[in-house]
């Protein structure tokens, strides 16, 4: 705990009695638990949005006129994207989810990095980079044969095998509504969680934002884990401004300390 402040080690010692006592606690992820993976910010200073504004190159009338601008922008992010592995942030929700500590991770990430720890109920609001369908006849196309075509296509849009129509990332683009199942599963989890463990993201993003507040109106509990402060921070049980690759290891660390404890105890 050498770079934590002394408040935050009092704060992960609370967050991991809170999520010990909760029956029912739920994950909210967002940028900053993915950006440690070598991921970058598509919203933050410097992001990708800085560069490739997304009304030209993120906004799907702007693909469906010309699928290139996408196309270009992904060639750049892909490899961060497609190489990165998870962190100690992933790993250690993919642990808590283990010991039933946490029901499901709502993400709003696309890098199915939750799956690779090992998370198994994962809902992705915003879609998946590592899966492609065919704009025209829906045929769909796995990460590898994108890559191939990228690789052998170079500079041109790929486009479908069967029927030559464009091919599209399984992730909401700007315009789009998010997929509803993930949507309706997140706002339900939302509304009857105990605990709401946020990790790495700002609460900036529309209508994913709202879901805190759910879980406020219902009377739970917010634990925001997050390198800058949230909209939320004044009404959360407990806020720790550092980075989740940090700090999550350390809150499974604690829990693990207090349930060997309580076993010594009950043993006695």
């Known amino acids: 705990m050498e770079t934590l402040k002394p408040l935050e080690r009092v704060n992960i010692k609370k967050a991991a009695k809170i999520l010990l006592k909760s029956k029912n606690t739920i994950v909210l992820t967002g940028a900053g638990i993915s950006t440690e993976s070598g991921i970058p910010d598509f919203r933050g200073e410097n992001g990708i949005w800085e560069k490739y504004k997304p009304e030209i190159y993120g906004n799907i009338q702007s693909f469906l006129k010309d699928p290139s601008k996408f196309w270009k922008m992904a060639e750049e992010i892909a490899p961060n994207l497609f190489n990165a592995l998870p962190n100690s942030g992933h790993l250690a929700l993919a642990e808590l989810e283990k010991m039933k500590l946490i029901k499901?991770?709502?993400t709003q990430n696309i890098d199915e990095l939750h799956q690779k720890a090992g998370a198994v109920i994962v809902y992705e609001v915003h879609g998946n980079i590592n899966r492609f369908s065919c704009l025209g006849c829906r045929a769909s196309y796995t990460k590898q044969q994108i890559l191939n075509k990228l690789k052998k296509e170079k500079g041109s849009t790929p486009q479908c095998d069967y029927c030559?129509?464009?091919?599209?990332?399984?992730?909401?683009?700007?315009?789009?509504?998010?997929?509803?199942?993930?949507?309706?599963?997140?706002?339900?989890?939302?509304?009857?969680?105990?605990?709401?463990?946020?990790?790495?993201?700002?609460?900036?993003?529309?209508?994913?934002?709202?879901?805190?507040?759910?879980?406020?109106?219902?009377?739970g509990k917010l634990i925001i884990v997050n390198d800058q402060p949230t909209f939320l921070d004044e009404k959360a049980e407990i806020v720790i401004n550092n980075k989740t690759g940090t700090v999550l290891p350390l809150i499974?660390?604690?829990i693990k300390r207090i349930k060997i404890k309580r076993e010594i105890e009950s043993n006695q």
């Open 104 to 106: 499901a991770i709502v």
């Open 164 to 219: 030559t129509a464009p091919l599209r990332p399984s992730v909401v683009l700007f315009g789009e509504n998010l997929p509803n199942f993930e949507k309706f599963m997140s706002i339900d989890l939302a509304k009857k969680s105990e605990v709401m463990l946020i990790a790495g993201s700002s609460l900036t993003v529309a209508p994913i934002c709202d879901l805190p507040v759910y879980t406020l109106k219902g009377g």
């Open 252 to 254: 499974v660390e604690e």
